[in-house]
């Protein structure tokens, strides 16, 4: 019986081992095959995003429509300056935390830049300044004209006084002085216009924010810029442009009114190079004497004698 089961079996056996081999062979054949598919795919995908990043790349290099020239990237949209003005102007932790010289000053640091080249090149006799709060941006303008103008001061006007506890800064003390009263109260007026007594001035205006307010504030300090010198109208932003929001007409809407009766001041929008301002058609240069001036009499006069 054994014999005969050894017979049987082994042959049988046998059999089942040639037929496990192939049906391993086979399976092993395919398994090959599918891990080839596999790496060819995932070799395929990886060239995909590749292509996807090289070409994203290729268009974040290329100048948006309008870009200044040389501009690496899509980043001149005005939509997106829009979006970080709006951003900043909004933000609790952006320009109400800024400070000078450990003063709190309310600025824009861009502005500030443009402002410092306007000063660099008109190196006025005087800032003249409406909107104080605690002087950190007096002491700014004071430091930028400390390099400029020996001579220079900084006038600057609040109807409150909340600059008291940084008075004794070697920079406001040695060339700030404090008017305490409206920015368009007559007797505030007339005390800036003796003191600036027709020397140079730049005013730049950052008091109340209204429409009214900033167009008397233009109309009674106009006449102290001379030709060439500005007026900065601070924080047109408001009312749409772009900061949206319940405001009301603005400095914005001031300029507008204000360049509309007069063509002795443009806007200058150059100022605005920087791409993210508060100021919009805020840089306002004088292009023609005041009517009625000591200034235009001397351009007269100067004219007469066949002028230089
Ligand atoms: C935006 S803050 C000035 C910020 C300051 N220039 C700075 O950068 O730190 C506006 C200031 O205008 C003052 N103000 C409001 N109405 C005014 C008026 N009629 N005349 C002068 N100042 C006024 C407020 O008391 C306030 O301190």
Redo the contacts with the bound molecule.
């Keep these: 019986m054994p014999l005969t089961s050894n017979r049987i079996v082994v042959p049988v056996l046998a059999a089942a081992a040639v037929i496990f081999a192939g049906v391993a062979f086979v399976q092993h054949r395919h398994a090959i095959a599918a891990t080839a598919a596999l790496a060819a795919a995932n070799q395929h995908a990886a060239e995909q995003v590749a292509a996807a990043q090289a070409a994203a790349a290729a268009q974040a290099a290329k100048p948006a429509k309008g870009a200044a020239p040389g501009a690496p990237c899509k980043l001149t949209d005005r939509e997106l300056f829009d979006q970080m003005t709006i951003r900043y102007t909004d933000g609790r932790e952006t320009w109400p935390k800024n400070k000078w010289l450990g003063i709190?000053?309310?600025?824009n640091p861009l502005d500030v830049w443009i402002t410092q080249e306007i000063l660099t090149e008109v190196k006025p006799d005087f800032v003249v300044?409406?909107?104080?709060?605690?002087?950190?941006?007096?002491a700014l303008w004071a430091t930028i004209l400390d390099q400029l103008n020996d001579k220079a001061r900084v006038i600057t006007?609040?109807?409150?006084d909340?600059s008291e506890k940084y008075r004794e800064t070697p920079i406001i003390k040695k060339r700030v002085d404090f008017l305490i009263?409206?920015?368009?109260a007559p007797e505030i007026v007339a005390d800036v216009k003796k003191r600036v007594d027709g020397k140079p001035a730049v005013v730049i205006l950052?008091?109340?924010?209204t429409k009214e307010?900033v167009l008397n504030e233009l109309n009674a300090y106009a006449p102290l810029v001379p030709v060439g010198s500005y007026i900065i109208v601070?924080?047109g932003v408001f009312n749409g442009h772009p900061v949206p929001g319940g405001w009301g007409p603005g400095p914005y809407e001031a300029i507008e009114a204000f360049l509309a009766q007069s063509d002795e001041f443009v806007a200058d929008r150059s100022r605005e190079r920087l791409l993210v301002t508060s100021n919009p058609m805020g840089f306002l240069r004088r292009v023609k004497p005041a009517s009625g001036t000591a200034a235009q009499a001397a351009q007269a006069d100067t004219a007469a004698q066949g002028g230089k």
């Design positions: 709190p000053a309310l600025q300044e409406t909107g104080t709060f605690n002087g950190g941006s007096a006007i609040d109807i409150h909340m009263g409206s920015s368009t950052d008091s109340l924010h307010h601070q924080d």
